[in-house]
């Protein structure tokens, strides 16, 4: 069992960044594929960012590629997500996903999830 804590979340402007941490409990953490989603207000929830267990592999959504990075610490068993050159678009809330498949952007191939932060990107 993964119990995961997002944080870092607020108000931001276009243009600005934003650092996103989650943090894991369990001794299970570091064999973990991890990765962010997404959801604004009336959407589905999307992927956004996904790390490999060991922190070697990445990989993204188009939207995100070259402003978003994820990298992880798994001695502080936590994850991180690097946000810069945001858009109005990027507003949603932010989710922290656990042990899913790497490669896979599907919401279901994640099996642990945190509760969400809260990004708002204001024009």
């Known amino acids: 069992q993964v119990q995961l804590v997002e944080s870092g979340g607020g108000l931001v402007q276009a243009g600005d960044s934003l650092r996103l941490f989650c943090a894991a409990s369990?001794?299970?953490?570091?064999?973990?594929?991890m990765g962010w989603f997404r959801q604004a207000p009336g959407k589905a929830r999307e992927f956004v960012i996904g790390i490999s267990a060991s922190g070697a592999g990445t990989y993204y959504a188009d939207s995100v590629k070259g402003r978003f990075t994820i990298s992880r610490d798994n001695a502080k068993n936590t994850v991180y997500l690097q946000m810069n050159s945001l858009k109005p678009e990027d507003t949603a809330v932010y989710y922290c996903?656990?042990?899913?498949?790497?490669?896979?952007?599907?919401?279901?191939?994640?099996?642990?999830w945190g509760q969400g932060t809260q990004v708002t990107v204001s024009s």
């Open positions: 996903a656990a042990a899913g498949r790497f490669g896979d952007t599907r919401r279901e191939s994640y099996n642990y």
């Open positions: 369990g001794r299970t953490f570091s064999a973990y594929t």
